[in-house]
């Protein structure tokens, strides 16, 4: 299900972001600041970001995503998919699969340890 969350600004806005169309990967909020902004809101670890201040993501890459964020100077307005992922405990929790195999195995990244390094790249924002 998609929602919306608006951080008031200015940055930094306490989330990891993960993925982009150059790694053939869904830009994913890998990881929230304890006591940031986003932990503030209802951003969830492993979430999809659907749209950054209005503008779809499915063709951004990492770099154009982390500059639309960075531009955001007053608020920053994201659309998110919630994952749906609970770990034992009740909280987000998510397994990413990258799209790139070798010999014919996927790899993959739990939490915000991408195991696939040169497909998966995560940033603070």
Not at 4 to 10: A, F, K, M, Q, R
Request: glycine content about 8%; overall charge positive.
């Amino acid at each position: 299900m998609a929602y919306s969350v608006t951080l008031n600004g200015p940055g930094p806005w306490g989330f990891r972001l993960q993925g982009g169309k150059d790694f053939n990967m869904p830009l994913t909020i890998s990881r929230i600041t304890p006591g940031s902004k986003a932990a503030q809101s209802q951003m969830n670890q492993g979430d999809l970001v659907v749209a950054i201040d209005g503008v779809n993501t499915d063709s951004m890459t990492h770099l154009e995503a982390q500059n639309k964020i960075k531009s955001a100077s007053h608020n920053l307005s994201l659309t998110l998919q919630n994952s749906g992922a609970r770990n034992e405990m009740g909280s987000p929790s998510y397994l990413i699969v990258c799209h790139v195999n070798l010999e014919g195995q996927p790899f993959y990244s739990k939490k915000d340890k991408p195991l696939c390094k040169k497909h998966a790249h995560a940033i603070n924002v």
